[in-house]
Structure formats: C-alpha cells, structure tokens
C-alpha cells in the first residue's frame, strides 16, 4: 500500500495542469467574441453613417448586459458548477457573434436599413454580453477548488495573463480582418464576426470535455482542507441561490472591492472601446501604410503590457504584504489616473511614447484588476461563493463600463474629441486608490464565511 501513497498527490498535480490550462486557454478565446467590435467601429460607422454616440451605445449593450451578467451567473455558477455555466455561455456567444456577421453581410446587399441593422446589433451584442458574463466568474470558482490559498497570489497572476493575451490576440486578429486583409487580400472585413465565431467554438468544445468542477468530481480529496467548515461539514454545503446572494450582499469587503472596480472599469473600457477609434481619429493606421509593427503595437500594447501586470501585482501580494491585496491595487491606481491623464496630452504622432504610455497604462490597469476580480473575489467568497463574489465585483465593473459606451461617445461628439474623456478616465482611477485604502490591512483570511 505504501507505493500507492504518493499516487492521489501527482494526480492531483496532472489535473491541476489540466485545469489551469484548460480555463487559460479558454477564457483566452472568450475575448475573441467580445473585443473585435470595438475594432470594427471605423468601418461600421463609414458603411451605416453612425456617429460616435450610436456606436456607443451598441458597445453600452454588452457592458450593460454583461453587468447582469455577471451578478446572475455568478450565483449560477456556484450553484451547478462551472462545466456546465462556461460552455453554455461559449456557445451562445458564438452564436451571437454569427448572427451580427449575418446581419453586417445581408446588409452590403442592401438587404437592411441602416436604422435597422443598428437595433439588430444592440440586441444580439447585448445578448452577447449576457453569455459572455458565463466566462469569468465559472473560472474563478473552479480555480478557488482546484488550487490552495497558498500561493493565490501567484497561480491567479498567471491565469490572469489569459485576458491580457487574448485581449491581445483578439485585437490584432480584428484589426487584421478589418485592415489588411481587406486592403492586401481581397477580403471582406464583415469577417471580423465569423472567423472568431469559428476558433472561439472549437474552444468550447474542447473546454467542456477537457473541464472538471472539483477534485472530487474525479475521486480527489478536495484542497483547501482548512475551508471545509465552510464547505459543507456546517451543513452550509447546499445554500440556495437567495442564500448565496444575501451572503454576497452582506459581505463589506465585497463592496469595497466592487465599487473599486467600477472606477477601474471606467478607466479600462474607455481605452478597450475608443483607443481603437482614437487612434484612426488622428489619423493613424487609416490606410495600408497602417498596418505596420508600430501601428499594431499601438492598438495591442494596452493588454500585453497588463499580462505583465497581473503577474507581478499578485506575486507582490504574496512577497510583500502576506496576501493583502489593497496596498497594491491602490498603489497601481494612482499611476494608473496619473498616466491617463497625461495620454491626454500626448502627441499621438511620437510613435514610441506613444507606445510607452500606453504599456504603462495597461501594466496599472490589470495589475489591480486580476486582485480585485480574482484574487479578492476567491478571499472573501471563499469555496461556495467564490464565482457569486465575482460576479458581484465584475457586475458593478461593468456598469462603469457601461458609462464609457454611450455616455463617451456622447462627450466625444459634443467636444468633437477625447482629450476629456481620458482626463475623465484618469480622474475615475485615482477616486478608485483612495477608496480601497479603506481596506488596507484586509487579507484572505480575516473574512469568515457566515
């Protein structure tokens, strides 16, 4: 028997592997449905006449939809479990994605007004962002049964490189079916809907066969040994949904956090919906001599630089201040609203400062995010709560999100540019510094569950 010993604890190191690359890769491809809209804006608005605002608000449509989202199928998550949850929002995500490529193609034949085709994406992308809401918090709940507290700080950094990168991906991916391979190969930039419809499917596939809820699920004992006074040997085990969510709502550390993350949302999406738009504003990367190293960089820059971000803000959690996430975010916020404010005023014609200002601005705004939306969410959510707790937190991220849609491209017609609305940006990240002080000496574990 003594040989079998070492047995379930590489097992249980293989399925770790499995897991983690399984929700990396994933939540990877989930990006490649959500980002390439803001990629297209140029040529959606040349083809159907639309101003900034009435972009906006198709983009106001998922950051909306995603916020309910997110409260709803966080609590879901916890409830049947991420296999389950993750998948359905993959495919009806992909399903969206092909319906707007339906759309945008019977359109070049005349086959739909203007007006029309305007409302139809307001509905399929909002739908779109309810399912997109299926991706995230799952993930922060599977992660939470899989892999101990020990070293959160660390595995999540790393996981969190899966949003930078396919945020990276998924942009370069738009903006070469809308740029050159239109201009270079002959194509159709209606592309942009179908071909990450098409990878982001197979994904799925492979996600819910590769994917398991908890070690248990394939006779593993479970991890986090010390949390099972919460997991189930109170009786808690089985907590509705109402539960689930009053437990959420009672948590003030969950506030504290999620209002944060409203403000840091503010700040992200206007980059993630206008610097696309910016940037071909002044002219930039318009015509094929765009489509270069420097022009891409400019557009892909932002997410990169943040996959360097979240690894070092969760190894710096653990090295530094014991898993206390607070002085970190904090700190990253403050250079964040500093360094948005001074994009305002750079000459967008100096390539490489360009490109540094921007790199510093992603770095400051994953750091603090993966703490807030991950690691913050798996401290005080615990095992049973964990994907309820993020959904909590990325719900309210995603009204502020939501702000920087319509209301954005509103303040960019009325001022006729965007100088503003960065400072605005800037503004909303120190506001979120000042704020999660208030949480400081917080850790993972000075929350008890009740």
Same mark, same amino acid.
């Given at each position: 028997?003594?040989?079998?010993?070492?047995k379930?604890? %590489?097992?249980? @190191?293989?399925?770790?592997?499995?897991?983690?690359?399984t929700?990396?890769?994933?939540?990877? %491809?989930?990006?490649?449905?959500?980002?390439?809209? *803001?990629?297209?804006?140029?040529?959606?608005?040349?083809?159907?006449?639309?101003?900034?605002?009435?972009?906006?608000?198709?983009?106001?449509?998922?950051?909306?939809?995603?916020?309910?989202g997110?409260?709803?199928?966080?609590? #879901?998550?916890?409830?049947? !479990?991420?296999?389950?949850?993750?998948?359905?929002?993959?495919?009806?995500? /992909?399903?969206?994605?092909?319906?707007?490529?339906?759309?945008?193609?019977?359109?070049?034949?005349?086959?739909?007004?203007s007006? =029309?085709v305007? &409302?139809?994406?307001?509905?399929?992308?909002?739908?779109?962002?309810?399912?997109?809401a299926?991706?995230?918090?799952?993930?922060?709940r599977?992660?939470?049964?899989?892999?101990?507290?020990?070293?959160?700080? +660390?595995?999540?950094?790393?996981?969190g490189?899966?949003?930078?990168l396919?945020?990276?991906?998924?942009?370069f991916?738009?903006?070469?079916?809308?740029?050159?391979?239109? $201009?270079?190969?002959?194509?159709n930039w209606r592309?942009?809907?179908? /071909?990450?419809?098409?990878?982001?499917?197979?994904?799925?596939?492979?996600?819910?066969?590769?994917?398991?809820?908890?070690?248990?699920?394939v006779?593993?004992?479970? /991890?986090?040994?010390?949390?099972?006074?919460?997991?189930?040997?109170?009786?808690? +085990?089985?907590?509705?949904?109402?539960?689930?969510?009053?437990?959420?709502?009672?948590?003030?550390?969950?506030?504290?956090?999620? #209002?944060?993350?409203?403000?840091?949302?503010?700040?992200r999406?206007?980059?993630?919906?206008?610097?696309?738009?910016? #940037?071909? %504003?002044?002219?930039?990367?318009?015509?094929?001599?765009?489509?270069?190293?420097q022009e891409?960089? @400019?557009?892909?820059?932002?997410?990169?630089?943040?996959?360097?971000?979240?690894?070092v803000?969760?190894?710096?959690?653990?090295?530094?201040?014991?898993?206390?996430?607070?002085?970190? &975010?904090?700190?990253?916020?403050?250079?964040?609203g500093?360094?948005?404010?001074l994009?305002?005023?750079?000459?967008?014609?100096? *390539?490489?400062?360009? &490109?540094?200002?921007?790199?510093? &601005?992603?770095?400051?705004?994953?750091?603090?995010?993966i703490?807030?939306?991950?690691?913050?969410?798996?401290?005080?959510?615990? +095992?049973?709560?964990?994907?309820?707790? %993020?959904?909590?937190?990325?719900?309210?991220?995603?009204?502020?999100?939501?702000?920087?849609?319509?209301?954005a491209?509103? #303040?960019?017609?009325y001022?006729?540019?965007? +100088? $503003?609305n960065?400072?605005?940006? !800037?503004?909303?990240?120190?506001?979120?510094?000042?704020?999660?002080?208030?949480?400081?000496k /917080?850790?993972?574990?000075?929350? =008890?569950?009740?």
């Open positions: 028997m003594n040989q079998n010993l070492p379930p604890a %590489a097992n249980l @190191k293989n399925w770790q592997f499995r897991i983690f690359g929700v990396w890769i994933t939540y990877f %491809a989930y990006y490649l449905c959500r980002m390439n809209m *803001s990629m297209a804006k140029t040529p959606l608005c040349e083809t159907f006449g639309w101003n900034a605002a009435e972009f906006g608000l198709i983009a106001s449509s998922l950051t909306i939809m995603y916020a309910v997110q409260f709803v199928n966080g609590q #879901l998550a916890d409830r049947f !479990g991420t296999r389950i949850i993750a998948s359905l929002g993959a495919a009806v995500s /992909v399903l969206m994605n092909l319906a707007i490529f339906a759309v945008v193609m019977v359109s070049a034949d005349d086959g739909l007004s007006k =029309t305007w &409302i139809l994406l307001i509905l399929f992308w909002g739908i779109n962002g309810f399912f997109q299926m991706g995230w918090s799952p993930m922060v599977v992660m939470t049964h899989w892999f101990p507290v020990e070293g959160r700080g +660390k595995i999540m950094g790393w996981l490189t899966c949003y930078q396919g945020g990276a991906f998924s942009w991916l738009a903006f070469f079916l809308v740029q050159y391979y239109p $201009e270079h190969m002959g194509g592309m942009v809907f179908l /071909v990450p419809s098409i990878l982001f499917a197979i994904v799925g596939i492979i996600f819910y066969l590769m994917i398991r809820n908890t070690p248990e699920d006779g593993l004992p479970p /991890v986090n040994i010390e949390d099972h006074t919460e997991e189930g040997y109170t009786g808690k +085990k089985h907590r509705s949904i109402m539960q689930n969510v009053l437990r959420t709502l009672k948590n003030p550390y969950l506030w504290i956090v999620a #209002l944060t993350f409203f403000l840091l949302d503010v700040n999406y206007g980059f993630i919906n206008w610097l696309p738009a910016y #940037l071909d %504003a002044k002219q930039i990367g318009i015509n094929t001599s765009g489509f270069t190293f891409v960089t @400019k557009r892909c820059i932002h997410p990169l630089a943040g996959g360097v971000g979240v690894i803000a969760g190894w710096a959690t653990d090295r530094f201040f014991k898993g206390r996430r607070a002085p970190v &975010i904090a700190v990253l916020l403050l250079l964040l500093i360094f948005t404010i994009f305002a005023f750079i000459d967008t014609h100096q *390539s490489w400062l360009l &490109i540094i200002i921007i790199a510093v &601005i992603g770095f400051c705004t994953y750091g603090p995010h703490l807030m939306v991950g690691h913050a969410a798996q401290d005080f959510g615990k +095992k049973s709560g964990s994907a309820g707790a %993020a959904g909590f937190i990325d719900c309210m991220g995603y009204l502020g999100a939501s702000l920087v849609g319509y209301g491209g509103k #303040l960019i017609d001022f006729n540019g965007y +100088k $503003e960065f400072i605005l940006y !800037g503004c909303a990240a120190l506001l979120g510094a000042v704020l999660i002080c208030f949480i400081w /917080v850790g993972p574990r000075t929350h =008890t569950v009740d």
